[in-house]
């Protein structure tokens, strides 16, 4: 099974920075099927990005994800305090489709 | 509206039984293939099962192979995870969710069923 480790494991910035969430997978992922995931506190999981780069219904285009093979990317163009949350990738090109241990994301 | 709406979680004694229900409304059930996630402070989260669109064919996690049984009933757009069996590991919440997990990402999500199996 693909293994994806996310880095760093907590960030901390102030509103209006740039974010960078990486997502290392153990081997390529098939044909980009990479998605991101935010989940807040007490709710359950929004996909974002599939397709490593296409957004989601709904979601503000401060969100990118970008990457191939075994390197992807999500970033945050402008973080704002309603993006406080865990974010996750995933990949669900190979058997069985797994997930990233997640990346915390607080404000200061 | 779309929306998924979990039921069934509860306290369960190891080795015992649970079956969670997963209603679907605001989109055409039947067209879509489903899948179980379960979420753990521990372990994240983790793909369970999923089922056709049809029914006819499912999926499981290695984990819990012979012990859970996904299902469906189109008529009544619900999801259905028959869980026996049951660990101390398999505390977790689960959500029901669209799509197999396997070229497909995971767009529509439930609110989650918190189960708990202790003793």
């Known amino acids: 099974e693909i293994v994806l480790t996310q880095s760093p494991g907590t960030l901390s910035l102030s509103p209006g920075e740039r974010v960078t969430l990486s997502c290392r997978a153990s081997q390529s992922v098939s044909s980009s099927y990479l998605a991101w995931y935010q989940q807040k506190p007490g709710q359950a999981p929004r996909l974002l990005i599939f397709?490593?780069?296409s957004r989601a219904t709904g979601i503000p285009d401060r969100f990118s994800g970008s990457g191939s093979g075994t390197d992807f990317t999500l970033t945050i163009s402008r973080v704002e305090p309603e993006d406080v949350a865990m974010y996750y990738c995933q990949q669900y090109g190979s058997s069985p489709q797994t997930f990233g241990q997640g990346t915390k994301v607080e404000i200061k | 509206e779309v929306q998924l709406l979990e039921s069934g979680g509860g306290l369960v004694q190891p080795g015992g039984s649970l079956r969670l229900s997963c209603a679907a409304s605001g989109f055409a059930f039947s067209n879509y293939a489903m899948s179980w996630v379960r979420q753990t402070p521990g372990t994240g989260l983790e793909w369970v099962s999923a089922?056709?669109?049809?029914?006819?064919?499912?999926y499981y996690v290695d984990s819990v192979k012979g012990r859970f049984t996904i299902s469906r009933d189109n008529s009544k757009s619900t999801l259905y995870l028959q869980m026996n069996s049951l660990r101390a590991e398999d505390t977790a919440t689960y959500y029901c969710?669209?799509?197999?997990?396997?070229?497909?990402?995971?767009?529509?999500w439930g609110q989650g069923t918190m189960v708990t199996v202790s003793s």
């Open positions: 089922i056709s669109r049809s029914g006819d064919t499912t």
């Open positions: 969710t669209d799509g197999s997990g396997t070229y497909t990402a995971f767009d529509i």
């Open positions: 397709g490593a780069s």
